[in-house]
T-cell receptor, first 113, second 115 residues
């Protein structure tokens, strides 16, 4: 089955620094790559996504890049703030057109004031 | 998202008991999912349903069953609960929408403890 590897599992940065989380996927047919943020005690929520026909997408301080040749995609957060502290999950759709998601194991990001 | 409601929010049960977790949605989505979250393991798919007559196993369906009573309702059952089913359970819905993709909307979760 589809496999999504996510690194690092934990990441600690100082407020104002940048944070990068990377994911690799195994199925070359994957064509949709979302990122979810889960704050402590809350539900996961979509923060940004990218489709396979695009190499980069930005939304204010967050951006996602996709390298289809290498089969990896990354989440970039600039000018981090304490409220960015959360668990972040990447996901992809894998083979087929049903868009069932396979999630990575998550990255706990801590932004220190 | 208040449009996806899970009940109960917390449940403590004993080994061997049958329990049901319920999920209802007002988003009008055809697709519904049940996930399990364990620390360090991410979100793992238990079952999913793309419409009322369509039920599919996910990656960890053993020990679980589901029922799609209506478009808006999708229930998860543990026929005989065991301690390693202690976890946080999420229901989610989605609508493929335009151009593909699969944005999923999660309920608030049910924290289950099996003693």
């Amino acid at each position: 089955g589809e496999n999504v590897e996510q690194h690092p599992s934990t990441l600690s940065v100082q407020e104002g620094d940048s944070a990068v989380i990377k994911c690799t996927y195994s199925d070359s047919a994957s064509n949709y790559f979302p990122w979810y943020k889960q704050e402590l005690g809350k539900r996961p929520q979509l923060i940004i996504d990218i489709r396979s026909n695009v190499g980069e997408k930005k939304d204010q301080r967050i951006a996602v890049t996709l390298n289809k040749t290498a089969k990896h995609f990354s989440l970039h957060i600039t000018e981090t703030q304490p409220e960015d502290s959360a668990v972040y999950f990447c996901a992809d759709t894998g083979r087929g057109s049903n868009y069932k998601l396979t999630f990575g194991k998550g990255t706990l990001l801590t932004v220190n004031p | 998202d208040a449009d996806v409601t899970q009940t109960p929010r917390n449940r403590i049960t004993k080994t061997g008991k049958r329990i049901m977790l319920e999920c209802s949605q007002t988003k009008g989505h055809d697709r519904m999912y049940w996930y399990r979250q364990d620390p360090g393991l991410g979100l793992r798919l238990i079952y999913y349903s793309f419409d009322v007559k369509d039920i599919n196993k996910g990656e960890i369906s053993d020990g679980y069953s589901v029922s799609r009573q209506a478009q808006a309702k999708f229930s998860l059952s543990l026929e005989s609960a065991i301690p390693n089913q202690t976890a946080l359970y999420f229901c989610a819905t989605s609508d493929p929408g335009h151009g593909g993709g699969n944005i999923q909307y999660f309920g608030a979760g049910t924290r289950l403890s099996v003693l």
